[in-house]
């Protein structure tokens, strides 16, 4: 058996069977078949809408509709032009919503990658319905996720939804897919290991201990998952089902923690800055996942200095907020989102008594964190090759993010949320200005090659 199938078999299918929501998934050549009985088996309505962008329904569409009428369903179809491309915001879900409100016993079926699932998850909950998704890119990990993450009003928030009931993803459709969009996906999956970096720091001050549910089933695997990142550049089916598992698992560790921290952390705050700002490349708007791998990429060079650094004997002045909230204000010019970030950076201030019980916490514990951290973080230079070998962007260059608005963006991350990470954690201990200067001289070239120092 292959090993993904022995995978499949050992993580996802316990975390579907523990899923309050997700009831079957399946991965596997040929699986747009299974769509039509799937959902046959879910539902008591026969009329169904395909929900998709044309790039989703180019590469599946019809033939989940013949899959549905083969199982009865009088099929309706709504397809996004690709001219211009759907955005991730709210707004851009009204022509699904006013669909659904329209007919009670229309079932959704979304057929597209990140956004549209995203918007149709968003139509669904909104109007209180289950519905399948097919997967058509191994792009993102938020299939099976409950939040949708979308803008409103111009801030990218996780909108509190519903994951699908089923999840289909055949491989002839991933494996074919753009290589860039897999390389997103490897990207986003990239990113979970700051992200548990992340998590490790905030267990250490105290803001927020790890769980024995999400943490192993993204952490204990992250490795496998990523290794082998030349074959998915080649479309090579094991190597794109192992991706497909990893995104998956993440999305099911999100459901089962409630939050977005078993996935994100400050490689995604960086990464939320310039899709909020609409940071676009080529007069293409960068994706999730090629802004998360450039975020990933911060945030490992981020912890390469900060594993370099002797913290038993730190202190550290407690952080002005009135300071902070002048760099707020300096580096998220739209108040859209300068009013937010005001709102999340208040949530996770520290008071004194905290402030100082955080650094005797460091002062205490710091060589079990960083042993922990040294097995679980990629260092920066070994994930840079990797994104590379995936096909992934791994410099801000490789996006279009000068060096000065790099330098924005890593200051404006740690405001946008309340989620404690690396920036703060470096702000907290008076580190932040120290490993800012050196991890910008060290990305400058684009490469990272060399020591953090
Ligand atoms: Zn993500």
Redesign the pocket.
């Known amino acids: 058996m292959s090993a993904w199938k022995v995978q499949f078999d050992a993580l996802i299918a316990p975390a579907v069977a523990k899923s309050a929501v997700t009831e079957r998934l399946i991965i596997d050549r040929g699986a747009i078949a299974h769509v039509g009985p799937a959902t046959a088996a879910l539902t008591d309505t026969r009329k169904a809408i395909v929900f998709a962008d044309q790039a989703g329904f180019d590469a599946a569409g019809s033939a989940v509709c013949d899959s549905l009428r083969a199982s009865g369903f009088a099929v309706d179809q709504l397809v996004l032009t690709n001219d211009p491309l759907p955005k991730a915001s709210v707004d851009e879900a009204a022509p699904f919503l006013s669909r659904l409100k329209a007919d009670a016993f229309l079932f959704p079926v979304s057929v597209g990658s990140g956004v549209i699932n995203d918007l149709v998850k968003f139509a669904a909950f909104e109007t209180d319905r289950r519905y399948v998704s097919v997967a058509t890119a191994a792009s ?3 299939y099976t996720s409950a939040g949708a ?1 979308l803008a409103r009003d111009g801030f990218k928030v996780t909108i509190p939804t519903r994951a699908p009931v089923a999840l289909v993803a055949d491989l002839d459709v991933i494996a074919n897919a753009p290589a860039e969009m897999t390389g997103w996906g490897y990207g ?1 999956l990239a ?1 979970k290991s700051p992200a548990g970096g992340d998590w490790l720091l905030a267990e250490l001050v105290g803001a927020e201990a790890r769980d024995d549910t999400a943490w192993p089933l993204v952490q204990d695997h992250l490795r496998d998952w990523l290794s082998g990142p030349e074959a998915l550049a080649t479309g090579d089916f094991d190597a794109c089902a192992r991706l497909f598992i990893g995104l998956t698992a993440v999305g099911f560790a999100m459901e089962f923690h409630g939050t977005s921290r078993p ?2 952390g400050a490689d ?1 705050q960086i ?1 939320h800055m310039w899709e909020m700002e609409g940071h676009s490349i080529n007069g293409i708007k960068v994706s ?2 090629a802004a ?1 791998a450039v975020g990933c990429m911060v945030s490992l060079a981020l912890y390469d200095w900060l594993l370099a650094q002797d913290l038993s004997r730190i202190t550290a002045p407690a952080p002005d907020i009135d300071t902070s909230l002048a760099e707020l204000a300096r580096v998220i010019p739209d108040p859209r989102i300068a009013d937010r970030a005001v709102a999340e950076t208040r949530a996770k201030w520290p008071d004194l008594p905290t402030h100082k019980d955080r650094l005797a916490r460091v002062r205490a514990h710091w060589p079990k964190t960083r042993d922990l951290m040294q097995q679980h973080l990629f260092r920066a230079q070994e994930m840079q090759s990797m994104l590379m070998a995936a096909g992934a962007p791994s410099t801000a260059a490789d996006i279009g993010v000068s060096s000065d608005h790099l330098e924005r963006t890593i200051r404006a991350a740690a405001y946008i949320r309340s989620r404690y990470t690396i920036l703060d954690f470096l702000k907290e201990a008076g580190l932040f200005e120290d490993a800012l200067s050196a991890v910008l001289a060290r990305l400058k070239g684009g490469s990272v090659k060399g020591a953090a120092e």
């Open positions: 993102m990990d938020g993450p986003d990113g996935a994100s995604h990464a999730h996942g998360v």
